[in-house]
């Protein structure tokens, strides 16, 4: 059983959240408030005997001793609580820090692998558990050395009082661990229906339109009901367990108890002891019955998170076979010059990009045409490194794109998507979080013809984008992303899809937009508008994964039947 809690304290520290200044401080003071409690019994023992021995100089000076005893233990105690307070603090932060910079690390099969609740729920519920595991081992592990110290003490006393503590213990911690076991399992199914009804909140937040024009109200209340039911059961079989601990072994233990007087009463009744030796005896029982009472409080809080352990160790340490790994090339010199080298690339066993090769010059602009599910966005997704191309090279100056650091590759590709998230922040913070330069930031939403829309409101660049920027038009959004895009002074811009829900007006102003931008920047874009397709120095067509045309919109129109088609 022990085993079993050595385990989740050690995949706990092997999770790094740790000071070992904090921990040490912790340890000690936890060590010091078990020791000096252990005192107390002796102390108490010897006023009672000096008190029967009419010896009362001696008992006051054992008085002021209990007294000085008792002070330190409550100084300890406290030391302890502000030692468990700031180690708490630190790791509470770093657990959040770590699990940050893992999610914004991963490639996207982490978010298939690993759901959204599943973070949120571990990143907020589970690290605001777990950090108390430290102070709990090192607590388990003082009540457990004192236990064996005690029984030392009442074994020189009489080695039959120490048997029955002993045995009695024995089988508390015996029904202690298996009660733990079956609680923990459940808790765990418990945990699981949680984030399922996370999981589903949260899509009736996203598709809250869809429910009321469908009229699914209903349909998806019966999931959550279901959810919820299993949510209940695995709840009350936790319930039922944890009680058992709260309720059987403090009986287990209240029995050694009466147990223990009826056997030094008959021995005081005997002759063979006094009553000082009662107290003294009662009063280490007692210590042990109040130490083993903490510990299995902290071998129970250790196994309750030994489920939120798990969570945390799957985030942080989730691996895949085709785990994306970045190199150490800090080059920042990036002209912006693309190769695909007869790449290919497998998702879900299915074959989705086949030996595609092609090359585009830096300073220029390329559209990406084909139907839909051509293979068009994987391109996209892999020059971003969410994905490795399962064979082929993909190059950047004629380096391999996984060989440049993340930071330096980040800063030199950015995407500007359909449809762009921004932060529920002001214009200035949202900029900011890329750039927070004011200069550089008028200029970039010069550029992208955005800043006289800017000054118009209010507030100008401190206006609150509110619920995803849904205080302002999806132009507008679109174009605020696009300066937040040239503040990171990316020299590949990729564009996705983004004229495809913006009226007229706004998509000519997009397409001026480029004009400008390819003077300095390579500009790649998925579309399916023909005036983006017409303005593109060269167009790459894709077609099942495949690369089946390349060339000019000249050329393609008269010598290419897939870009033919595309064009009607």
């Known amino acids: 059983m022990i085993k079993q809690y050595y385990l989740i304290v050690k995949k706990y520290f092997s999770l790094g959240a740790n000071n070992k200044k904090y921990l040490f401080y912790l340890f000690f003071t936890s060590f010091l408030r078990s020791s000096s409690f252990l005192l107390i019994p002796f102390v108490a023992s010897k006023i009672v005997e000096y ?92 009540e457990l050395i004192t236990i064996v110290i005690v029984l030392f003490i009442l074994a020189s006393v009489n080695i039959y009082i120490c048997i029955v503590t002993l045995i009695l213990n024995i089988i508390s911690l015996y029904v202690l661990g298996k009660n733990i076991q079956k609680k923990n399992y459940y808790l765990s199914n418990q945990r699981k229906y949680q984030d399922s009804i996370s999981g589903l909140m949260g899509q009736v937040l996203d598709g809250n339109k869809e429910i009321k024009s ?15 039911k299993q949510w209940r059961k695995n709840y009350f079989k936790k319930r039922k367990y944890n009680d058992n601990i709260y309720v059987l072994v403090p009986t287990i233990l209240g029995f050694g108890k009466i147990l223990i007087y009826l056997i030094l009463i008959y021995l005081i009744l005997q002759g063979r002891y006094d009553v000082a030796t009662l107290v003294l005896v009662i009063g280490y029982y007692e210590n042990i019955e109040s130490n083993f009472n903490k510990l299995h409080e902290c071998l129970n809080n250790i196994s309750d998170n030994s489920t939120r352990v798990d ?21 920042d010199d990036i002209l912006g010059e693309i190769e695909f080298k007869n790449v290919s690339f497998t998702y879900e066993k299915q074959e989705v990009m086949k030996n595609v090769s092609f090359k585009i010059p830096s300073k220029s602009f390329t559209a990406i045409v084909g139907k839909s599910g051509s293979g068009k966005s994987t391109i996209f997704r892999l020059l971003l490194r969410l994905y490795k191309a399962n064979k082929g090279e993909i190059l950047l100056d004629n380096e391999n794109i996984y060989k440049y650091s993340k930071e330096v590759y980040s800063s030199n590709v950015s995407i500007v998507t359909q449809k762009p998230f921004i932060f529920d922040m002001s214009i200035r913070e949202n900029l900011s979080l890329v750039d927070s330069n004011k200069e550089h930031q008028i200029n970039a939403c ?13 507030d100008g660049y401190n206006t609150k984008l509110v619920s995803d920027a849904e205080n302002i038009s999806t132009g507008q959004k679109q174009l605020i992303a696009l300066a937040r895009t040239l503040l990171s002074k990316s020299e590949v811009l990729l564009f996705d899809e983004v004229t495809s829900a913006l009226d007229m007006n706004t998509s000519k102003q997009i397409i001026n937009i480029l004009k400008d931008l390819k003077k300095d920047h390579t500009i790649l874009m998925i579309t399916h508008k023909p005036e983006l ?24 129109i008269a010598n290419n039947k897939y870009y033919q088609i595309l064009q009607k």
Not at 446 to 457: C, P, Q, T, Y
């Open 51 to 142: 008190a029967t021995n009419s010896d009362y100089k001696t008992m006051l000076i054992c008085i002021f001793v209990f007294l000085g005893c008792s002070l330190f233990y409550v100084l300890c105690h406290h030391y302890n609580y502000v030692a468990y307070e700031k180690n708490s603090m630190f790791t509470h932060n770093k657990f959040q820090q770590l699990i940050m910079d893992k999610v914004t690390t991963y490639d996207e099969n982490f978010s298939k692998k690993i759901s959204v609740p599943y973070i949120v729920n571990t990143a907020f519920n589970d690290v605001g558990k777990i950090y108390q595991i430290p102070d709990q081992a090192f607590d388990a592990l003082n």
């Open 214 to 228: 469908f009229n699914i109200k209903e349909e998806i209340s019966g999931y959550l009901d279901d959810y919820k």
């Open 311 to 331: 969570r945390a160790y799957n985030v942080l340490n989730y691996k895949t076979k085709d785990m994306l790994k970045f190199g150490d090339n800090q080059t």
């Open 446 to 458: 010069k550029r992208a013809g955005v800043h006289d829309f800017i000054m118009s409101l209010p």
């Open 533 to 556: 397709m017409k303005m593109a120095d060269e167009i790459i067509v894709i077609d099942h994964g495949k690369l089946v045309g390349k060339g000019t919109h000249k050329d393609l």
